[in-house]
């Protein structure tokens, strides 16, 4: 205490504040570097988690799209309108497997679920060909016999998939958001709390350095 006791008083103070001060650094730069990592983890939460359920919605309305060109393909009678819409209808299937490849780019976490949604609906277009085959032939009744026997219910099957997969994918990124909320209530109660005990060390070191200049 030799040292302390040569210092005046206003040094003393100044030097019983290096605890408060110590104590707010490392709460900043504790909290700066939670909050980084906290925004981080929200932008891939973002970007990639919602843009792939965006991604699974857009294939589910593409195969929606393709249910309604075959129907509509069956029941065509002009020969230029049924060559548009068997041309939609390998576009929006086309579409439909850039949107899957999408989705598992942006989460490989979910990439066996969004396959083997994607392959109900594979089976379904494959076996719409020879749906299409005979509505192109002007077959018009067997075209819609083999759409009955078995096609739509693989393409409402599948669609039903992508719902429930859609559903899941979301329930996931609400679960990680309801996370990432605790964590940033965490991180500002421990920067609170290193502020507080920062404040009551530097409060008794000011209160020992002046019992002492007193007496």
């Known amino acids: 205490m030799g040292i302390l006791a040569n210092l005046k008083l206003r040094r003393k103070l100044l030097l019983a504040m290096i605890p408060l001060?110590?104590?707010?650094?490392?709460?900043?730069?504790?909290?700066?570097?939670?909050?980084?990592?906290i925004d981080n983890w929200y932008t891939q939460l973002v970007d990639h988690e919602m843009h792939s359920v965006h991604q699974i919605d857009i294939a589910r309305a593409l195969n929606m799209h393709y249910a309604f060109y075959l129907y509509r393909l069956i029941v065509e009678t002009d020969p230029d309108r049924m060559r548009s819409l068997d041309h939609d209808l390998t576009?929006?299937?086309?579409?439909?497997k850039a949107a899957i490849a999408e989705a598992i780019r942006?989460?490989?976490?979910?990439?066996?679920?969004?396959?083997?949604?994607a392959a109900l609906f594979d089976k379904a277009v494959l076996d719409s060909q020879p749906v299409r085959a005979a509505a192109l032939r002007n077959e018009s009744s067997r075209a819609a016999d083999l759409m009955r026997a078995g096609v739509d219910d693989e393409l409402q099957q599948s669609r039903q998939r992508s719902i429930d997969l859609a559903d899941q994918m979301q329930a996931s990124v609400q679960?990680?958001?309801?996370?990432l909320t605790a964590k940033s209530h965490v991180v500002v109660r421990r920067t609170w709390l290193v502020i507080i005990f920062g404040i009551l060390l530097s409060i008794a070191f000011a209160s020992y350095l002046l019992h002492v200049d007193v007496v």
């Not at 001060?21 to 990592?37: F, K, N, P, W």
């Not at 576009?91 to 439909?96: F, G, K, T």
């Not at 942006?106 to 949604?117: G, N, W």
């Not at 679960?175 to 996370?179: L, T």
């Open 21 to 37: 001060a110590l104590m707010v650094i490392i709460a900043g730069t504790y909290a700066s570097i939670e909050i980084r990592s």
């Open 106 to 117: 942006l989460t490989p976490a979910h990439a066996r679920q969004i396959s083997e949604s």
């Open 91 to 96: 576009a929006s299937y086309s579409d439909y």
């Open 175 to 179: 679960v990680q958001s309801d996370e």
